[in-house]
């Protein structure tokens, strides 16, 4: 039996659309706004404000939306608000999520370094 969940399936989606894949997981105590994106596999490129992704999770959610603005930055990782795609929910847009990066996914403007 095939399983619902393909990544295969989801890197066609988001390449075809030019969003950077994100596989991750909601946070329990906020499901619908909050997402935690794992260290493994590592982003090919890294991130820039702006970007658009494709959020997905194992148990097929999925979120299209565009990094907007740095929350908070914590020791490990920055908390990003994305704000959600108009061009793929039209009139009935999602709530704005907040993403937990690790650090190397992101790159910031300026003298800004992470190490």
């Known amino acids: 039996m095939e399983s619902i969940f393909s990544l295969d399936h989801f890197s066609t989606i988001a390449a075809d659309l030019h969003y950077v894949l994100l596989l ?14 794992s260290s493994q596999p590592a982003c090919s490129v890294p ?3 702006g970007q658009r992704i494709l959020l997905i999770s194992p148990a097929s959610r999925m979120y299209f939306g565009h990094l907007r603005s740095i929350v908070k930055i914590e020791k490990s990782s920055l908390v990003i608000s994305v704000s959600p795609e108009p061009s793929a929910y039209g009139p009935f847009l999602p709530d704005t999520c907040h993403v937990h990066l690790p650090l190397s996914f992101i790159s910031l403007p300026g003298c800004i370094e992470f190490t």
């Not at 991750?24 to 909050?34: C, D, M």
């Open 24 to 37: 991750g997981q909601p946070l329990p105590e906020f499901p619908y706004t909050a997402w935690h994106i």
């Open 47 to 49: 991130l820039v404000l």
